[in-house]
């Protein structure tokens, strides 16, 4: 993620804890909160040993490995099979992000395997850390169904790393489209994940939250089953049938992961957020965000779903809002009015500076090849793509006054008529 020069960035919930103004001989132990039901919630966390006493039965095999030091970075070093205090024993690493990695734990306490979120040890990633343990024990204390957000379980302080035990969830809708080589889901698929997605949004929105972070690497489906179908393609120098598998998930059903980067809503806020590929065109032109963005994240994330690939594939301002205006039409002149001294570099004389601006040949290509939105979603959908154009079109509206709220997108025809089946 390329936002990570601007933080810190998000207004601090409470105050700091105690946990991380313990003396640093203390830091070889463990602080946890198991949260178990989210009954506990507000109370402290509790100072444990991290070797218990010797002569209970099995601690040898519960006892910690040996100290190592932190990679570079201030990543956790460890061994399969290490555990991670007595409770948890790791199985492997099933995840890396900018805040630490992801490993698949034995949970010895309630049998099961968990996820365990290990973040590294640097202070701005445990100040951050400690505001998406609020934000996932809030939602947790609001979500009854537990239904679209993952559910913390516990969280601890292990020789100076947060970490953060999570509900075991299954590959992310990013890793399901690379293992199908990004061939697209069907649109009845599409459709479910849509409603699901925006279901957690609408959740967030009335509690105040913006996820800020919303693509598809972040939405994990619950369960890794899944099946083979096969997919008929004809070959075209031979004209011969040729046969290709498809992974399809047998539930549909997924969770929105990585509060990490959740602001408050009650303000405006400017400073940049989201990968870039699902930012919306007020946090480019630092025109101040709020819950729209997420938003436009979600348009971004439908038509990656139903097309294979990133809608708006670059890692440049300009080419960026180029893309947008190629593919939705110009940006409207009131919002490139009111750009910030950032972004007044990409605009001139009231309209955007393009293809005259352009870094290359190349970049004017890229931009030149992408079709309108409508066609782009024809080219991939065989049934009902004229009211996914409709809903992405809505959702991805430039003035984030205008754009589709979740709670209006649910209620869309996209999701409500009645022919469809469900996937
Ligand atoms: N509950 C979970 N179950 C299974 N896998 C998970 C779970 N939580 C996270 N992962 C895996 O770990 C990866 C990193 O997790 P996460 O996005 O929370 O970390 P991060 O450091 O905040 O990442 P980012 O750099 O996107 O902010 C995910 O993409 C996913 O593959």
Redesign the pocket.
Known sequence: ?DYFSEFPRRPRKRPRLAWDSFPKSQLGGYYEQDLGNVASYGSHPRLLPEHGNPFIKGLDQRGSPPWRDDDKDGHYMFAIGDNLTPRYKIGKK?????????L?CWDRDTKEM??I?V?RSIKKYREAAMI?IDVLQLLGKYDRTGSRC?QIRNWFDYRNHICIV???????L??FLRKNNYRPFPVDLVRELGRQLLECVAFLHDMSLIHT?L?P??I?FVSSEHVRVPEYKVNSPAHREVVLYKRLPKSSSI?V?????TAYGHRSHNYIVS?RHYRAPEVILGLGWSYPCDIWSVGCILVELCSGSALFQTHENLEHLAMMERVLGPIPQHMLKRVDRHAEKYVKRGRLDWPEGATSRESIKSVLKLPRIENLIMQHVDHSAGDLIDLVQNLLRYEPANRITAHQALRHPFFSRDRYRRY
Do not use: C
């Not at 099933?94 to 990695?101: A, K, L, R, S």
């Open positions: 993620m099933i995840g890396e992000g900018t805040f630490g990695q992801v698949e968990v996820a979120k973040v998406e993952v999570f509900e075991m969830l299954g590959p992310s990013f890793d972070d693509k690497e972040n994990l969770k992961i990585d509060f990490g980067s990968t």
